[in-house]
């Protein structure tokens, strides 16, 4: 039994009881935690609007015995308030939350993953920069975090590249699990393009192994910046290809979890 | 431990929202030593209401044997003004302030997205659809201020900005009776962004 004080974002809430509440926070330092806020659905309540989703909060959280621990005291880091207050907005901010939800493990701290949801969630709240890329390339930079980015410099099938990645240092390991009979058809001039994108094998394919869906050049590239720290420059203006890449984001993280995000395939925005 | 009518019965009153194993055993309890005309009258209660009760065809309130609920049932009510609201729970929370003489809409829910409730679950095209066919001038967006209740507001709004109708939300800031200083940021920043001007003269006489 314990008192711990952290920052985080509320996720999602469930009703409980009378008027009390189950907070579900990805914090920074105790990963995801499960509490009780008492009394929140009162208008009167110490807590108001402060354990909303999307809400980025300081709390004082109290661990006891049972598998919920209950929130003291909750001050707000950041509203968010310009995704709450746009229609076009709310449903990218919950699709990332849904993300971080399901990707994170109670009890085990995850300070990348918490990071990258406060970083996503400030892009998406600042009106300088374009809100449509936001939630694609949070999905695509924590399934780099999982482990699992999308290959992009190389089929994903056979390891052929196109010859303008070779020598990137990120298709070395790729370029190594290659067969001798394809690099050295690599290595006699034969120029491979990257044009399919397949879920199960996780990455681009090349014309020869190409099944899945297609995927123009434009899209690519885009997904080479996002992953290869351009996101910022991405994320300034409209992109040739963003919904190519918000499609291809949505069901690599739709496969990686093995489950649909509700979220996204909501009509709310529409 | 237990067996018989006396476990099913704490089974079922187990299964109901806020009811956990030992409230069911006290429940169960005190209606095993209640008088049989007590708990005849509670059963009763029970089948006469899930028999007879039934939503309004026109707002979705509750009402009783495929009629009109009271509200719309009521000449007197302003038909003019609509309130929407996304519980039949809220509308006796409404009509507890006696300041609201116009007539209700019921939506059955609000936005979800992490709940998959889209607009199709709720009544809205319902709603759209007595917008189109009755004289309503106004529409108050009266849902729950919070995430959900929020996007449900800016999603009618839309739809609504299409029609002709005057589309209002409810406010929002302090309750009455709160302490300033523990008001979270959000609900002051609305509370100032919704301050109104006591110097101004209302029905022939100031405010102040």
């Known amino acids: ?270 | 431990m237990y067996t018989g009518p006396l476990r099913s019965l704490i089974d079922e009153l187990g299964r109901m929202p806020g009811i956990g194993p030992k409230s069911a055993q006290r429940i169960a309890f005190y209606l095993l030593k209640a008088p049989l005309e007590d708990v005849t009258r509670l059963s009763n209660a029970i089948v006469v209401m899930k028999e007879r009760t039934t939503l309004c065809s026109i707002c979705f309130n509750i009402s009783e044997g495929g009629g009109l609920c009271d509200v719309c049932d009521d000449a007197q009510r302003d038909g003019s003004i609509l309130c929407i609201v996304e519980d039949p729970r809220d509308i006796v929370a409404v009509e507890r302030t006696h300041r609201f003489k116009g007539r209700y809409h019921v939506l059955h829910g609000a936005l979800n997205p992490l709940e998959g409730v889209g607009p199709d679950q709720l009544k809205i095209a319902e709603l759209m659809e007595r917008v189109g066919n009755e004289p309503i001038a106004e529409v108050i967006l009266c849902t729950n201020p919070n995430l959900e209740g929020e996007a449900t507001a800016m999603y009618l709004a839309k739809l609504l900005s299409r029609t002709d109708v005057s589309v209002t939300r409810i406010a929002s800031g302090l309750p009455v009776g709160g302490d300033l200083e523990y008001a979270d940021e959000l609900t002051l920043g609305r509370a100032l962004d919704g301050r109104t001007d006591l110097t101004t003269v209302r029905d022939g006489s100031t405010t102040i």
Request: charged residues 25%; contains cysteine; proline residues 3%.
């Open chain 1, 1 to 270: 039994m314990s008192l711990f004080s952290d920052r985080g974002v509320v996720l999602r809430t469930y009703k409980l009881g009378e008027a009390d509440r189950i907070v579900v926070i990805l914090t920074e330092g105790h990963g995801k935690i499960r509490a009780v806020a008492k009394g929140v659905r009162r208008t009167t309540s110490k807590f108001g609007a402060r354990l909303e989703p999307l809400s980025h909060v300081s709390l004082l959280v109290w661990s006891g015995r049972s598998d919920l621990d209950i929130i003291n005291q909750a001050e707000i880091v950041d509203t968010f308030r310009t995704i709450r207050e746009d229609l076009d907005r709310v449903p990218k901010g919950i699709s990332l939350l849904e993300v971080a939800d399901q990707i994170s493990q109670e009890g085990l701290a995850d300070p990348r993953l918490y990071q990258m949801l406060v970083g996503a969630l400030r892009a998406l709240s600042d009106t300088a920069w374009n809100p449509e890329l936001v939630a694609p390339a949070f999905f695509l930079k924590v399934l780099g975090l999982e482990g699992s980015a999308p290959v992009l410099d190389a089929c994903a099938s056979c390891g052929a590249r196109p010859s303008s990645s070779i020598g990137r240092d990120s298709d070395r390991h790729i370029a190594a699990e290659r067969t001798p009979e394809r690099a050295t058809e690599d290595e006699a001039g034969d120029l491979v393009e990257l044009v399919a994108f397949d879920l199960v094998v996780g990455g681009m394919l090349c014309q020869g192994c190409r099944r899945g869906r297609a995927v123009s050049a434009e899209a690519l590239d885009l997904m080479r910046r996002i992953l290869n720290g351009s996101l910022s420059g991405v994320l300034r203006g409209v992109q040739p290809g963003s919904e190519e890449v918000t499609q291809i984001a949505t069901e690599a993280m739709e496969t990686h979890l093995d489950r649909r995000l509700r979220s996204v395939r909501s009509a709310v925005g529409a």
